[in-house]
């Protein structure tokens, strides 16, 4: 069973602090995606890593991608409320993505 | 603009009827999706088409039924054998090489 799990599910942070969202992912693909969902909205694509070791930083949010370990980490940096959404990773077993439940993150003052 | 355009935003349903998704896409992009969402849940995988004239299945295809007679065009018929209908509903669209997908606003179908 193809299966992609990201820990945690819930994530609610004060404004200011760091954190880091694991994506964990049983296929052996070299590709993974990050996306962001705002609440009642379609996805909007963050990142896409493409090897082994790839990193991609935007503002406050870095990913990272580790082949091996099949895991890829999305490090949330001194963070805001606009920050607040539900962050989604997807790995592509060959035809289409297949997506994780979700990390909905709260940012609080 | 190019982009991936959904209608409707919403849709209601009654019990035993057929309802059909529009999913348009200006971006000449070869493959195209649908997924479902669930309250809470990622999205599965409906049906993908890679080309014109061809579709698959995919993880949760029963009670759905696509189509791909245009390149800028997939839609999804919701069919009365779906029991649970009532989700938000994601088409997206990829181009050739490795690219991330881009999704339509989707459209949220309930049934009353």
């Known amino acids: 069973e193809l299966k992609v799990e990201q820990n945690p599910l819930f994530l609610s942070m004060q404004e200011g602090k760091n954190y880091t969202i694991y994506c964990n992912y049983s296929t052996t693909s070299d590709r993974l995606y990050w996306y962001r969902q705002d609440p009642g909205k379609s996805l909007e694509s963050l990142f896409v890593?493409?090897?082994?070791?790839a990193v991609k930083q935007e503002g406050r949010l870095m990913a990272s991608l580790d082949t091996k370990a099949r895991l890829s980490t999305l490090h949330i940096t001194a963070a805001v409320h606009d920050l607040s959404a539900t962050y989604f990773c997807?790995?592509?077993?060959?035809?289409?993505?297949?997506f994780g439940k979700g990390t909905s993150l709260l940012v609080t003052p | 603009d190019g982009g991936i355009t959904q209608s409707p935003k919403y849709l209601f349903r009654k019990e035993g009827q057929n309802v059909t998704l529009s999913c348009e896409q200006n971006l000449n992009h070869d493959a195209m999706y649908w997924y479902r969402q669930d309250p809470g849940q990622g999205l599965r995988l409906i049906y993908y088409s890679q080309i014109v004239n061809d579709f698959q299945k995919g993880d949760i295809a029963e009670g759905y039924s696509v189509s791909r007679e245009k390149k800028e065009s997939f839609p999804l018929t919701v069919t009365s054998a779906q029991k649970n209908p009532t989700a938000f509903y994601l088409c997206a669209s990829r181009g050739q090489g490795v690219t991330e997908a881009f999704f339509g606003q989707g459209t949220r179908l309930t049934v009353v």
């Open positions: 997807a790995d592509e077993p060959g035809y289409a993505l297949n």
């Open positions: 890593l493409l090897s082994n070791g």
